[in-house]
């Protein structure tokens, strides 16, 4: 197993930014990929971003590109999630995930197969 450890979340004004890190450890060799979702209160889990292990290719959903950005420091096995221009919107948990299955995306939930334990993002207007 590869535990990921989620940190970073809290509460901003609309306009402002976060980072969300999720550390990887253990066999981290055997990843494809790692992603951000989040999910509303009373709404499904929702793909945020998404980065190939090698880093190579990154993957966006329409409502944050151009105000997050998702990145990974290969030394420290960590994947990161900086959020700009927050907006009301976006609250929500946000979870980390990891895939070590090879797919041709990694959009739906189901492409993952490890999870960190969430972290709440709360955005004030």
């Known amino acids: 197993q590869v535990p990921l450890v989620e940190s970073g979340g809290g509460l901003v004004q609309a306009g402002g930014s976060l980072r969300l890190s999720c550390a990887a450890s253990?066999?981290?060799?055997?990843?494809?990929?790692m992603g951000w979702f989040r999910q509303a209160p009373g709404k499904e889990r929702e793909f945020v971003a998404a980065l190939s292990w090698s880093g190579t290719l990154t993957y966006l959903v329409d409502s944050v590109r151009g105000r997050f950005t998702i990145s990974r420091d290969n030394a420290k096995n960590t994947v990161y999630l900086q959020m700009n221009n927050l907006k009301p919107e976006d609250t929500a948990v946000y979870y980390c995930?990891?895939?070590?299955?090879?797919?041709?995306?990694?959009?739906?939930?189901?492409?993952?197969?490890?999870w960190g334990q969430g972290t709440q993002v709360t955005v004030s207007s």
């Open positions: 253990g066999r981290t060799y055997i990843l494809y990929a």
């Open positions: 995930a990891a895939s070590s299955v090879g797919y041709a995306d990694y959009f739906p939930p189901n492409r993952y197969n490890l």
